[in-house]
């Protein structure tokens, strides 16, 4: 089956064929973004596949559907980037990749929780320069400490598993109580609760309209003062501006994010050579207990191949009829 496939890049199009060895779909790679400007790209293919910056709202579906497109792969696990509703009214089926290594992300958030507490940029780039002095430097045990996970799904309870390792106590909030969670001494509170009890808060929820800016200026105010926050989540999830002012109150101590909520114009590409024109990135990585990575906490090998095997699976499911057992509903 001829499928679109936006977003690429050099890995991206390696890994797909090689899952796509026996399938033998028709692959026609983009490096550029889905978006109304760039949809024409994919006339003529019954399947498109996009990845969490590809714009996929009403305009653009309609724009597929009428060059006749039925079927919207995502590489990913969220889906917030794609008008389901629409879909689902224009007759498009959606499909995502429902299970992935949960262990990339869950690894990645401790990773950045170690090195913003720890200042290990900072020093790595201080001793690149021969500079050995600790003044600085100087971070907290995490041991004894307390650990808010707002979302105890896979991801947020191996994240919570990792920390009970680490001998910290855990806070959770999530609508649906794992009890996999509170195997591990987890207990469920109000998320005012969590924010206001918790050292460390890591967020691992999917953007809704529930959770957009669950972090935000009012949430922060009532947080313990100086505690970290860790998003590897979706970017949506923390209002930007609101977490900048609690950085110069100090009311956050340390803030470590592989999302943000304005990466679509920025993440995946190299911008090195560049002007950055959005401020509050900028604002972000001048603080010195700020860690911003480029969306990456997936991109482990064992992830990326579950993502690719499973994308292809999909589009061999709807070429032959077959239940779409990684479907997105319509509500």
Do not use: W
Not at 17 to 29: D, I, P, R, T
Not at 106 to 113: I, M, N, Q, R
Not at 268 to 296: A, E, K, M, W, Y
């Amino acid at each position: 089956m001829k499928t679109a496939v936006f977003s690429t890049r050099r890995y991206d199009q390696s890994l797909l064929s090689k899952a796509n060895l026996e399938a033998g779909h028709e692959l026609v790679f983009f490096q550029d973004r889905l978006t109304a400007d760039t949809a024409a790209l994919a006339a003529g293919c019954p399947a498109v596949c996009v990845f969490v910056n590809d714009t996929v709202n009403a305009q653009v579906l309609t724009q597929l559907h009428a060059q006749g497109t039925r079927l919207v792969a995502t590489r990913s696990t969220g889906f917030n980037h794609v008008d389901a509703a629409t879909a689902a009214r224009l007759g498009i089926e959606v499909v995502r990749v429902t299970d992935y290594s949960p262990h990339s992300v869950a690894e990645f958030a401790v990773g950045l929780l170690l090195a913003v507490n720890r200042k290990i940029c900072r020093a790595s780039a201080r001793t690149r320069d021969g500079n050995f002095e600790l003044d600085g430097l100087m971070g907290v045990d995490l041991y004894g400490k307390t650990v808010g996970v707002i979302g105890t799904g896979k991801i947020g309870t191996l994240f919570a598993r990792i920390m009970a390792g680490f001998g910290c106590s855990l806070l959770g909030y999530d609508t649906h109580p794992n009890p996999q969670f509170q195997s591990l001494g987890g207990r469920y509170v109000s998320s005012s609760e969590l924010l206001a009890a918790s050292d460390v808060v890591s967020l691992h929820c999917p953007l809704t309209p529930q959770t957009r800016h669950i972090v935000n200026g009012q949430s922060l105010a009532a947080a313990k003062p100086g505690f970290i926050l860790v998003n590897t989540s979706r970017g949506g999830l923390v209002d930007t501006d609101a977490a900048i002012q609690a950085l110069k109150t100090g009311r956050l101590g340390g803030l470590a994010i592989d999302v943000y909520e304005q990466e679509a114009s920025l993440f995946f590409q190299d911008l090195s050579s560049t002007i950055i024109t959005d401020d509050c990135i900028q604002r972000l990585v001048s603080f010195p207990n700020v860690i911003v990575t480029g969306h990456q906490a997936f991109f482990t090998e064992e992830a990326i191949g579950q993502i690719m095997r499973t994308t292809i699976s999909s589009l061999t499911a709807f070429e032959r009829g077959d239940p779409l057992v990684n479907r997105i509903p319509a509500e």
